[in-house]
Nanobody
Framework: QVQLVESGGGLVQAGGSLRLSCAASGRTFSRNVMAWFRQAPGKEREFVAAVNWSGASTKGRFTISMDNAKNTVYLQMNSLKPEDTAVYYC??????????????????WGQGTQVTVSS
């Protein structure tokens, strides 16, 4: 069993920054793919970014990184906009290096952390 615990969410003004963290514990392996998704009220869960154990990652508005030694993944979010308001979820799949972008491809999920961006 793997546990994922997110932290770092909160309330920020538009244009501000936040860094989310997700710590994995339990039955973890050295070669994982970890990702961030988000879900706003009334909307489907949306892919944000993913990274694998070798450092390969998706490119987008936010920067994802992984510290393998700490089994922790980070999401650096800059220039936040009100439309970024959502619950942000961490997800993981073990023993893989293939980047996945759909929720159903991930086996483990955190409980989510709320990010609210005010205008």
């Amino acid at each position: 069993q793997v546990q994922l615990v997110e932290s770092g969410g909160g309330l920020v003004q538009a244009g501000g920054s936040l860094r989310l963290s997700c710590a994995a514990s339990g039955r973890t392996f050295s070669r994982n793919v970890m990702a961030w998704f988000r879900q706003a009220p009334g909307k489907e869960r949306e892919f944000v970014a993913a990274v694998n154990w070798s450092g390969a990652s998706t490119k987008g508005r936010f920067t994802i990184s992984m510290d393998n030694a700490k089994n922790t993944v980070y999401l650096q979010m800059n220039s936040l906009k009100p439309e970024d308001t959502a619950v942000y979820y961490c997800a993981a799949v073990l023993n893989s290096q293939r980047i996945r972008i759909t929720p159903r491809e991930y086996d483990y999920w955190g409980q989510g952390t709320q990010v609210t961006v005010s205008s």
